[in-house]
């Protein structure tokens, strides 16, 4: 979550955690079912198989996951979870930076 303006925005990232690359990132205005369903639509579109996701509890999130039929594993703490993590660190970071 990112805070500019009095405005809150919800950061989306999707990251190849085998290459150490970044899908995707966008960040919108709300977080639901819609906008997640939305953002894994279109990250779907970089994967050249069917990807598995490593996610934590959001409900919107996992409905959204379910309905397009896609692999995942709930974890809170995980490597690879860890990893996405690291990328958003370096983000913050950054943008402190930029303030």
Known sequence: MLKQDKKVYY????????????????AYTNRNY??????????????????KFIVDKAPWLIDA?????????RSVLSEERSLVESVFSLFQIENLKLA
């Open 65 to 73: 996951l379910k309905t397009l039929d896609l692999e995942f594993e």
């Open 34 to 51: 819609l906008v997640t369903r939305s953002f894994l639509k279109e990250m779907l579109k970089f994967c050249e198989n069917k990807p």
């Open 11 to 26: 950061v989306y990232s999707a990251v190849d955690v085998e290459r150490n690359e970044l899908i995707l990132i966008r």
